[in-house]
């Protein structure tokens, strides 16, 4: 018996597995493919949640510092700018830390190069007019950067 004769005696039988088997592999292809896109599609949606739930909650700190900077006396203008230490560290420095990682760039360098001056001013036991001053004005920095942040998220976001 040849080749052929063999395969159109068995045709049917030889097919029978070689298509299933073939079937399978091309429904695993397809499905292996399917799922990597749902996957990356979820993980982009999680992305996205992620930051859309880190903007909130900055949001909520600034709006926290907006709202303390209403009520408690940090800027002096007396004779010239300066700002009050106890109100500033007791009360806003606090809410700026709670999600420091999550302020604005620069939001936080500016917190940070008010703890610089501070430190320095602690370490000479005084503070003078000087760093008053720049205090003062570093402070008055912050808040009108969160203001403007606050109308970015506002423009962005509510529309």
Same mark, same amino acid.
């Given at each position: ?39 990356s599609k979820q993980i982009e949606w999680d992305k996205v949640k992620m ?5 909130? *909650?900055?949001?909520?700190?600034? #709006?926290?510092? @907006? ?7 940090? =800027? &002096?203008?007396?004779? !010239? ?43 000479? *036991?005084?503070?003078?007019?000087? #760093?008053?001053? @720049? ?7 912050? =808040? &009108?950067?969160?203001? !403007?942040?606050l109308e970015e998220y506002r423009a962005t976001y509510i529309k």
């Amino acid at each position: 018996m040849d080749f052929w004769s063999f395969l159109d005696e068995n045709f049917a039988s030889i097919m029978v597995p070689i298509g299933t088997i073939s079937g399978a592999f091309l429904g695993a292809f397809i499905s292996s493919k399917t799922q990597k896109n749902v996957i990356s599609k979820q993980i982009e949606w999680d992305k996205v949640k992620m930051r859309n739930l880190q903007v909130n *909650e900055t949001m909520e700190v600034y #709006n926290k510092v @907006i709202e303390m900077d209403g009520s408690i006396y940090v =800027i &002096e203008h007396r004779h !010239r700018l300066g700002i009050e230490l106890g109100g500033y560290t007791k009360k806003v420095r606090p809410l700026l830390y709670e999600k420091f990682h999550q302020l604005h760039q620069n939001i936080a360098d500016k917190v940070t190069r008010m703890d610089d001056i501070i430190e320095m001013c602690n370490f000479e *036991e005084e503070i003078s007019d000087e #760093n008053s001053e @720049i205090l003062a004005q570093i402070y008055m920095d912050i =808040i &009108e950067g969160i203001k !403007r942040h606050l109308e970015e998220y506002r423009a962005t976001y509510i529309k």
